[in-house]
């Protein structure tokens, strides 16, 4: 990594709201957490008094399980953006192209301009029908970020066969696939899939994730881990999140059912991207309005929600995610639609 590259690149802007007034539709967790977490989360207190296992072997085969491959392909790391940043750090080098989507998580193009290389950007929803010959790796976001957009798994084998006959590494960030019912493409020859546990299990703050690779890449990966990488605590909280199958089936199928809701209501006022992922971009420009200024009369009235132009290609868009129904009513009469368009404020619902 060049000095002068790191010192020049400011730092992606990223949703979330730490404002105690505002309900926060701006980050991409859960609102829930799965049940147990806290007390795994304190028993782990008397183990972290030594260092972590060296390979955190339970960690490994509980992330094993959840995505089903090898636990000796799974490589810890504190969160799903680290496992990104390892696996970009190890294709791209100086003067190397990296094939990217957009509008797409900024921190792709960041992290392989810190490496030295050059994205080339294709549009998410044809990501798939780009060609990575000569690119040094190809990054899926699946679902992708802001848009939703999500690829069958049989689009997605046909793609890393094509990065594999191009010896293009694929790079697979799966950051909202617990969400859906498709099933990782985890194990697959040539793909490095990035896991967090940040999105689906409500808990940003505790910095666990892996990633997945087989082959050279994997053992490559391996290798460049460092050693207690992954605390205690969130090794222990981490494996029994990823085993908790009846709060990830409920959360599905809360985020499904509100999904469509939220969208219906949007809709009568807002152009909706399809998604399937926890959360839903609108482009708030049909009526000449800017997203700066849905941002701040949403504000307004109690909610904050993502302003999406920070992403390639988009200029009037703003990203909300899917959160309880309460509060997702909430979000939509700050928005002025649904049955309740006053937002809690003083406002009406033609003044949004």
């Given at each position: 990594m060049n000095l002068d590259t790191a010192l020049g690149l400011d730092r992606e802007p990223h949703g979330s709201s730490d404002d105690p007034d505002l309900l926060d539709f701006s980050a991409n967790t859960n609102p829930e957490v799965p049940?147990?977490?806290e007390t795994a989360y304190r028993e782990a207190f008397a183990a972290a008094r030594s260092y972590p296992a060296e390979p955190p072997a339970a960690y490994r085969e509980a992330a094993a399980e959840y995505v089903g491959c090898d636990p000796e392909a799974v490589v810890p790391t504190p969160g799903g953006l680290a496992a990104i940043r390892a696996a970009i750090a190890?294709?791209?080098d100086a003067g190397d192209t990296a094939l990217l989507p957009a509008p797409s998580f900024g921190e792709y193009a960041r992290e392989v301009r810190l490496e030295g290389g050059e994205p080339v950007f294709v549009a998410a929803d044809a990501v798939l029908d780009a060609d990575p010959t000569d690119h040094a790796l190809a990054v899926v976001c699946a679902p992708n970020n802001p848009t939703g957009t999500d690829y069958e798994r049989a689009e997605l084998e046909r793609f890393a066969a094509r990065c594999r006959a191009a010896d293009t590494p694929l790079l697979v960030d799966e950051a909202f696939r617990g969400f859906t019912d498709r099933p990782s493409i985890a194990g697959t020859a040539g793909v490095v899939v990035a896991r967090s546990l940040t999105k689906?299990?409500?808990?940003?703050?505790?910095?666990?994730?892996?990633?997945v690779a087989t082959g050279e890449f994997g053992a490559a990966l391996a290798s460049a881990r460092r050693p207690w990488n992954v605390s205690v605590p969130a090794l222990a909280t981490g494996a029994h999140c990823m085993r908790r199958d009846?709060?990830?089936s409920a959360t599905r199928e809360r985020v499904r059912s509100e999904r469509a809701r939220m969208a219906a209501a949007l809709e009568e006022r807002y152009d909706v991207t399809p998604s399937e992922a926890p959360f839903l971009l609108l482009d708030v420009g049909a009526d000449g309005r800017s997203a700066e200024a849905v941002v701040e009369e949403a504000r307004d009235r109690g909610v904050a929600v993502r302003d999406a132009t920070t992403f390639r290609g988009l200029d009037s868009h703003v990203r909300v995610a899917v959160r309880r129904p309460a509060e997702n009513d909430r979000l939509l009469a700050a928005l002025g639609v649904g049955d309740d368009q006053t937002g809690g404020g003083e406002l009406g619902g033609n003044d949004v």
């Open positions: 049940p147990g977490v190890l294709a791209v689906l299990f409500g808990l940003p703050g505790i910095r666990a994730g892996f990633a009846a709060f990830i």
